[in-house]
């Protein structure tokens, strides 16, 4: 589905920050909670709260945000309408990918179990998480 370059344009420049607030406030009104966005955020991202709390603190645009993102390589499985646009459909990358948090939230707030919502999958942490060092032989 094609978006307007304006409104890309528009979505790439939305801060993180002014954004989270809202995903927060809508799942805990569902009965959900902060660490079940995180977690949530995390699957798609790969940013532990450390790095999530940098972004909001450094007012990163979605931009920014999902440009240092490592994202998840099942988000393709993230389908449906979210915003009146099918996420699969979304040719813009970025915005597709805020698409894809969006539809994420949207669906935690609604109950869907987690295992759904993560698409029956566990992120395995990126080497950029990784505590030990590799050693050289």
């Given at each position: ?79 449906g309408v979210i915003c009146e646009y099918h996420v699969e459909e979304i040719e813009d990358p970025l915005t597709q990918q805020v698409r894809y948090l969006d539809k994420l939230v949207d669906e935690l707030a609604k ?27």
């Open positions: 589905m094609k978006n307007s370059n304006t409104h890309n344009q528009r979505i790439a420049k939305i801060t993180f920050a002014s954004v989270y607030p809202m995903y927060l406030e809508k799942v805990e009104k569902k009965g959900r909670t902060k660490e079940e966005l995180h977690q949530v955020i995390e699957w798609l991202t790969d940013f532990d709260n450390k790095k999530l709390q940098e972004l909001i603190k450094e007012n990163a645009t979605f931009e920014i945000f999902f440009q240092h993102a490592s994202l998840n390589p099942n988000a393709h499985l993230i389908t109950g869907r179990k987690m295992e759904k919502i993560l698409r029956g999958s566990k992120r395995v942490p990126s080497k950029r998480r990784c505590l030990v060092p590799p050693t050289s032989g």
